[in-house]
């Protein structure tokens, strides 16, 4: 990690000396001399660190040093520059312009003596290397850079052995003979396999018609009950969800107790830590005889037994000598392989690396993501197997392991690694945002001399910065939860012991300090954390960043918004001069000081306001000179009447997650936005002054209209001239690949989309969302209208009455089709033999008239994935025996004369379907 950090710092001063050269001039020689230095340590860092992790005490604190040095020369270059700006003119006056002239002497005064002692301290800790026995590894033993490979079609959360325990929970879990509300609890330590056999069991088609509903629950350390509570209450009565006013927390456990009274269900609390959670919770479960069931995971004893005195807990086995072979060569080789094709000069040393592991999954598969990279030669694999160096007790085994796979990851990929510390537990991870923080921090590398570049040079930051994230991925060092319509990583997530290792890892190395709850924070001033996560709601004080703080998290995961006392809107944000990321989610900021602001906070990249109550205007009278990322993902805004007097200036802007309100959140200037990459969303008031951003490759705009609405003809009139303006802008974006267009208005609005036949991106666009009734004369639906490599198409309130599958018949590429909400008004859909050749996933949802479905035998050939949802009058369901390929199937709220053609005459057409999953939809009372 000591080497990522003065790698980042070599880069730093040649970007410094690149950009602010004028004003550098004078320090230029100490400058050199210090990256001289640097370039000294740094090629000694590699021996270091294989001295350290063999315990060598004085290593270690050396390494820390250089460490710190360079968070130091990082520290009094950004400070240098801050200073340089806050004391430009911001006007033509004779007195703007002399004071920071008359500063400037002052300043380099200060930069020279600070420079001076840095290279002097430099060269000290040179030495004292030299003394240490620290060598110069050279270039020749430089890593090979990482190539990523395409994502393994093998699935992480499949381990082998389990499948007798599968049947023994089964067992019991279906045993009509114990009528009673039984809790069965899976015990065992981390890693062993817990949630994966919980999963198995409840994705498990024996549990088809076997309970009225199930909730699958993932529990934290830390749990609000409350939130379970409305968790399996919504799960349960959907239509609840949005009942006016929200049903009070005091009332929750009458309304759960009357939903569950009458249904025999099966919920799972995964990663139960506390018997008080248990306590707590089954009150609120009734016992109705009808043999419901609750499963537990946890890896605590005592909590199982305090859970169900009367049923013996299931303890997890570690995996036996053959079944922790098939699991690491598995990994190693990245596909399924017979024990009689192991490859013989390997079989010997690989029983030894798994006997080191102790039978534990988790460390079998973290190690065969080691595998992955070594050559498959006894040499290698002996190697690393001599290299391991572990205890007998499992934590500290399963630990070793983890922090092998951390210590084996490439220097560039080290902090990216230790970002995901910040996250809370059980955290829904943006895969898009964490890599845009990534990049507001600087890890992603510019070019092969700042390090490791992934096999996609000739691509944006944005697609070097997703290559990093596969490798974790490739590395099981995370796992995507769900895929974008482009095989990208939407969601992902980290186990919680890799958690605990990356929290570990950053706190060791000054590298991110993470504040779980306000006790943390009594010891600041001695800690003063680089970077800081908050997660907890409880108010705090000012100190929990330094004035070098680079990155400030703040969560507030329990409810939407928390009270308007929390400590994220109360701190003193006027200190973090030196700010490069911060984001605050779920917080009610409408009381927020934005008085408090730096004015110009010129290393700002990254500012996220996600699922806030937001002040309008509240970024109004900032200038951020290098912003790159403006994040208001579902935020809203408080109420008030106040006039845009001034627009933000961002002229670095790369991308902009908004919504309706942006403008009156942060009026931008719209105005040679040339690395603008991402809008979305915008509303349609500002697209005529989009035209300089002639780079988006993704693009959303919203049309709201008012309630109250002229005439069908002046409608029409101004869609027409909407559509004719959205074109002015696509007509300059070449690099298009997202398109979404959304109407939100009475039934009745016209969505504004000609097609993109005739534009530049018309070959580029992969994915489109229209919102709103295709028809009128903007456009009659056919084929040209749509994008010729078209990837993912979603249509919502479309209003289409023919049949539309030979229009998207004719889309050839398209692998997902999502025909949402009133999108067709038709009574029949057919789909056509050889239709659809590369579709993967369908969602068929709320066709309010829909009969007939019928799917000829050929039609969709390797499509996987199936959603009807909302689909009331439906007779039957289509032929999807013909459908060899579908691997899950998910019906919400049908009839109940379809519900029981499923159980009876129509069951053989997805009697073959691995998965089959079915909501129903309940009445409301």
Known sequence: MAEAAVSYVLCKLADALLKKAQELHDVRGQMDQMQLELGFIKAYLRDADS???????????????????????????????VEIEENCP????????????????????????????????????????????????????????FRPTKPSEIDDSEVVGLEADKHQIMKQLLDRYISRRTVLSI???GGLGKTTLAQKVYKGDELKGQFDCRKWLSISQKFNLNDLLREILYSIEPNLKNKSPPIADEDLPEELKSSLENKRYLIVLDDVWTIDLWERLKIQLPDSNNASRVIITSRSLDVAKAADCSTSPYKLSYLNEDESLALLFRKAFQQHIQPENYPPDLLEVAKKLTKKCGGLPLGLVVLGGILVRRERTYTAWSTLEETMDWHNEDGKKCSQVLAMSYEDLPYDLKPCFLYFASFPEDHKISGKHVKR????????????????????????MEDRAEEFLQELVQRCLIQVTVKSWNGCCKYCSMHDLLRDLAIREAEEEKFFTVFSNVQDCNHLDARKPRRAALQFCSPTKDGVYSENTRALLCF??????????????????????????????????????SSKWLKDMIHLRYLGFRYCEIEQNILEKNSFYNLETIDLTESTIGKGTKKTTNHVVVPTLRHVYGNRHLEKICPLKWDHLTNLQTLKSVGHQEVPYLGGCINLRTFGVHYWMEETSPCDKLKTINFLEEWETLKGVLIRTKQLISLRIVVRSVVGFIVPFGGTRGLPCHEKIQCLYLAGELGGPICVPNVEMFPTNL?????????????????FERLQSLRILQLRQHSYLGTELICSTRGLPKLEKLEIGNMPYLRHWYIKEGAMPILSHLKIDGCWMLLALPELQNVPTLKELLVCSLSPVLEERMQGEDYYKIENIPSVRHVRQTSSK
Request: one cysteine or more.
């Open 51 to 81: 001295k350290q992790h063999k315990g060598n005490e004085l290593v270690k604190i050396w390494v820390n040093s250089v460490r710190d040095m360079a968070y130091k020369i990082e520290d009094v270059i950004d400070t240098f520059l």
């Open 791 to 807: 990837t993912k198409l979603r249509l919502e309130c479309s209003r289409l009455w023919e049949n539309p599958m030979p229009l």
């Open 90 to 145: 911001k006007t033509n006056s004779f007195f703007s312009i002399m004071l920071p002239v008359a500063k400037k002497p002052k300043m380099m005064s200060k930069l020279v003596g600070e420079l001076e002692e840095i290279t002097q301290k430099l060269n000290i800790i040179y030495q004292r290397g030299t003394d240490l026995g620290i060598k110069d590894l050279g270039v020749g033993t430089h890593e090979e850079p």
């Open 437 to 460: 923080m990534w990049l507001a921090e600087g890890f992603i590398p510019k070019n092969r001399a700042e390090g490791f570049i992934p096999k996609n040079r000739a691509g944006t």
């Open 556 to 593: 507030s995961f329990h409810q939407r918004y928390s009270s308007i006392n929390n400590g994220f809107i109360l701190l003193n944000y006027s200190g973090l001069r030196l700010l490069r990321v911060l984001t605050i989610e779920h917080v009610d900021m409408r009381n927020f000081n």
């Open 187 to 189: 015990v065992g330590t």
